[in-house]
């Protein structure tokens, strides 16, 4: 999660400085490039689409005024060159639209013209990154003289942008554009994976949405920049424009959603809530109809759908903006994020950038807005979930250490009575498992009372922590050692039985009575007592217990510092050298 953190903060500042670039690289138009424009550049005839591209000498362009009826006929625009070319080096990039067919007429100064055209479905190798269709001049002696476009059944002027410029400046503008929206494309492509895997992780709805969103925008930036025709040809032209203009409104509605759910219940007002939702909603189903028209006011329409834009935009502010004053941290990531896509938006409902940007214009800057906003929120919530992590970690961390502590004895450190349990549950499995016998010694100090009557309990506490560090040492995946309780002390061993137990016996009871508590209790000799007890496979641990129990008083009653080993008779019968229950001095 860390790695994954760090990785989205460098893609994040990586992003921020190509924004900035882009910025400054495209922002200025290029001083080679003629943008055209109706009734400034571009006159217009209307004629009936069964007419001919011969009949252009014969139209009567107007150069003032507004065309009308030419949705279901064809639209003429003509551009005369004032200053007639003597190369033909121009090329004229179309923005693409809402038509059947695209016919580009050249002029040239000798009468001659040549055409080229495009059609719905088979734009052949005239599309471009950046949602442009580019034709060529060709090169002919005469100089060109003028330009004309006829559009056959075009859904509406207004969404018509072309420009004129050398045609070394256009390729190196695709090439750019073509870089452009790849870098772009796959940082979104980047952002909503993530998104998805973290909602999928954490199952936060808000990510979920954010991943839909982020998806959405992907399609739109493919289809509108045109790169999907390199697999899908037959789709270029009204199918991508109507394509486009439903995923458009639908990214709304998805934003909106993320927005609105990423925000706690008790940080926004209900009402305004529902307010903001149903704005969303409305532009994402308002995108339907629009994306279907081919004829009618679509420009008013359009408008119309602008400002629903911009209402949808303040409410979701309101709602950042109140969930901010309560103290939310996802409105203060939301904001962040949302910052650059709701200036963008609202600046191109204000401003017209359409032939800006190398003619990627208002869609190349949402798109590149788009992608700050999906690496923003996914960098915030990896920020946010890490902090949870951490929190977590260092939750489960004092849990584990309290769960020690409970089942560690405080003095000495060894398991205490709960540990001792929890240790040889599985240590009775793997006898019962392998068919290995089981032996239990009980260790108890000789006369501790006296110990801590005459010299302290300071003094008691350091024989015992000095004894418990002797025992510890036999602590291995076979035996579990524990303080049961004051002065006794446990182990339980698997696959010892016989001599090797009365050894082990025999050792613990040696080493006890040659530590050195000269520091605690002066010359005083600190012995222990051992009652030890050993059953075959498959016996229970009480009826150990109680054994071990009775040869440990056994061994206080003989005299103390000494022994007593207790079997059950099928434990004798595998004891070497037919060894018997028994009391055993040690020394």
Not at 356 to 380: D, E
Request: aromatic share 6%; charged share 20%.
């Amino acid at each position: 999660m860390r790695l994954s953190g760090d990785f989205m903060r460098w893609a994040r500042d990586r992003l921020a400085i190509v924004l900035i670039g882009l910025a400054a690289w495209c922002a200025a138009a290029p001083a080679g490039a003629a943008s055209l424009r109706l009734n400034e550049t571009l006159c217009h005839a209307v004629s009936g689409v069964e007419q001919s591209d011969s009949s252009l000498s014969s139209l009567r362009f107007a150069c003032t005024g507004t065309p009308a009826g030419y949705q279901q006929g064809s639209l003429w625009l003509r551009t005369e060159l004032r200053q007639p070319k003597p190369r033909s080096d121009l090329a004229l990039m179309v923005h693409q639209s809402r038509f059947d067919r695209l016919a580009v007429a050249f002029s040239y100064a000798d009468g001659a013209v040549r055409w080229q055209d495009v059609r719905q479905g088979d734009y052949g190798s005239r599309w471009r990154a950046g949602g442009q269709i580019a034709f060529e001049a060709p090169e002919r002696a005469a100089p060109l003289t003028a330009v004309t476009m006829r559009f056959d059944r075009l859904a509406g002027h207004e969404f018509v942008h072309a420009r004129l410029l050398p045609m070394d400046e256009s390729s190196m503008q695709s090439a750019g554009m073509a870089a452009a929206v790849g870098a772009v494309l796959t940082l979104l492509l980047v952002g909503g994976i993530y998104s998805l895997s973290l909602a999928v992780a954490v199952r936060r709805q808000y990510l979920a949405w954010q991943a839909a969103w982020s998806a959405t925008m992907i399609l739109w930036g493919a289809l509108w920049s045109q790169v999907h025709l390199a697999l899908v040809p037959g789709m270029a032209g009204t199918v991508s424009a109507q394509t486009c203009t439903f995923l458009a409104c639908l990214a709304i509605a998805l934003a909106t959603a993320s927005a609105m759910t990423a925000l706690d219940r008790s940080n926004v007002p209900a009402w305004l809530r529902r307010v903001t939702l149903c704005l969303g909603v409305a532009i994402g189903i308002a995108g339907i109809p629009l994306a279907l028209m081919r004829s009618g006011n679509l420009g008013l329409l359009s408008d119309i759908l602008g400002v629903g834009v911009l209402c949808t935009l303040l409410a979701v502010a309101v709602c950042l903006g109140w969930g901010w004053r309560r103290g939310s941290p996802e409105a203060r990531d939301l904001t962040a994020a949302w910052g650059l896509p709701m200036a963008v938006l609202a600046f191109i409902n204000i401003v017209d950038v359409d032939e800006r940007f190398w003619g990627g214009g208002s869609k190349l800057l949402v798109l590149v807005a788009a992608t700050w906003q999906a690496l923003w929120l996914a960098a915030a919530a990896t920020r946010r979930l890490a902090h949870l992590r951490i929190e977590r970690d260092r939750a489960r961390a004092a849990e584990a250490q309290a769960r020690e502590l409970a089942r560690r004895d405080p003095l000495t450190g060894l398991p205490n009575r709960r540990g001792f349990m929890e240790g040889m549950a599985p240590l009775l499995e793997r006898a019962r498992a392998d068919d290995l016998p089981v032996a239990l010694l009980l260790v108890d100090i000789d006369r501790f009372k006296s110990v801590n009557d005459v010299y302290g309990h300071e003094a008691g506490d350091a024989v015992l922590c000095r004894i418990a560090h002797q025992l510890a040492r036999w602590e291995s995946p076979a035996c579990v050692v524990a303080r049961l309780g004051g002065e006794e002390f446990g182990l339980l061993t698997v696959g010892m039985a016989g001599g090797a137990l009365d050894r082990l016996a025999g050792d613990i009871c040696c080493e006890i009575a040659a530590c050195d508590h000269s520091d605690a209790v002066g010359d005083r000799r600190v012995t222990a007592s051992i009652g030890a007890a050993e059953l075959p496979p498959g016996r229970d641990f009480q009826h150990l217990y109680a054994l071990a129990d009775e040869a440990l008083y056994e061994a206080k009653n003989a005299g103390r510092n000494r022994i007593a080993l207790r079997r059950s008779a099928s434990a004798s019968e595998h004891a070497p050298d037919g060894f018997i229950p028994k009391i055993a001095v040690s020394h």
